[in-house]
């Protein structure tokens, strides 16, 4: 099983990868939590867009606690 260190860098590192080249910074862990049965990890990322200043956006990724695999992405809003 990954911890939650594993889980937020490979979540952030999904994130960067998906989004290569769209103008994203600031790319930084929120909130993370293991869900209640114990299967996913779900990792907040809060983000800015450069071409939209002063907006903080946020997504949440589901990993598999087991591999790490990127299992969803999904628009959280705060």
Known sequence: MIDVI???ALARE????LHSGEGVSEVRMAEAELDRDGKNWLVTLSYSNDEVSGIAKNKVLALDAETGQVLSIKVRTL
Do not use: D, I, R
């Open 6 to 8: 594993e889980a937020v």
């Open 14 to 17: 999904n994130f960067l990868k």
